[in-house]
């Protein structure tokens, strides 16, 4: 069965300080996928980033970091220099992919707050 | 511009009423999903469907169902058999073939409130 753990509720930083979200997943799938999603207050869900499980690189983009560990099933997502604008909450989640129907399973999210 | 479009984003019924959210794409995605979400809560699908004509049961699928007549349609009937049917519904949909992007898109959501 899948599964998503997001251990962290909420979190609460002061602006500019670096943030970790943490992410761990269970599957029996080799072949899987990992996404990390944000909700702001609007409520639609904003696409961050997918890694399939065979692409264990990490990866950035800007003040974004994400840390992809199969030892682990671990897929943390790291903040740079966080902005008030970053306050929000963010999904991992684990898609298996097989022929037929696959299911999408998000984790309970995670909750972050940026302080001025 | 591609996307999806949920309607309406406020919706208030009755207790004991069916209520449909709907859910259109033109992304020509084949798969598409359904979501609720209760305040403070992480996401719990509720249906899938891969093709037209065909759709499964999420983790919570009671109390509700779904048609997939249309590659670009998927509503979602909440029926009065579900007992706590306000919250927060997302419609989303991706693309599975391998190799694609297989980012899923979503809606901006339904806000329900039952009363």
């Known amino acids: 069965a899948q599964k998503v753990t997001q251990a962290q509720t909420e979190i609460s930083v002061v602006e500019k300080e670096d943030v970790t979200l943490d992410c761990v997943y269970e599957?029996?799938?080799?072949?899987?996928?990992l996404f990390w999603y944000k909700q702001p207050p609007s409520g639609e869900l904003v696409f961050l980033i997918r890694?399939?499980?065979?692409?264990?690189q990490n990866e950035i983009s800007g003040r974004y970091s994400w840390n992809f560990q199969k030892s682990t099933s671990s897929f943390n997502f790291t903040i740079t220099a966080s902005q008030v604008v970053d306050s929000a909450v963010y999904f991992c989640?684990?898609?298996?992919?097989?022929?037929?129907?696959?299911?999408?399973?998000f984790g309970s999210g995670t909750r972050l707050s940026i302080r001025p | 511009d591609g996307g999806i479009t949920q309607s309406p984003k406020y919706l208030f019924r009755k207790e004991g009423q069916n209520v449909t959210l709907s859910c259109e794409q033109n992304?020509?995605?084949?798969?598409m999903y359904w979501y609720r979400q209760d305040p403070g809560q992480g996401l719990r699908l509720i249906y899938y469907?891969?093709?037209?004509?065909?759709?499964q049961k999420g983790d919570i699928a009671e109390g509700y169902s779904v048609s997939r007549e249309k590659k670009e349609s998927f509503p979602l009937t909440v029926t009065s058999a579900q007992k706590n049917p306000t919250a927060f519904y997302l419609c989303?949909?991706?693309?599975?073939?391998?190799?694609?992007?297989?980012?899923?898109?979503f809606g901006q959501g339904t806000r329900l409130t039952v009363v």
């Open positions: 989640a684990l898609s298996e992919w097989r022929s037929s129907a696959s299911k999408i399973i």
């Open positions: 599957t029996r799938d080799t072949t899987y996928y």
């Open positions: 890694r399939n499980s065979f692409d264990e």
């Open positions: 992304l020509n995605h084949d798969a």
């Open positions: 469907s891969q093709i037209v004509n065909d759709f």
């Open positions: 989303a949909s991706i693309d599975p073939r391998p190799g694609e992007k297989q980012e899923a898109f």
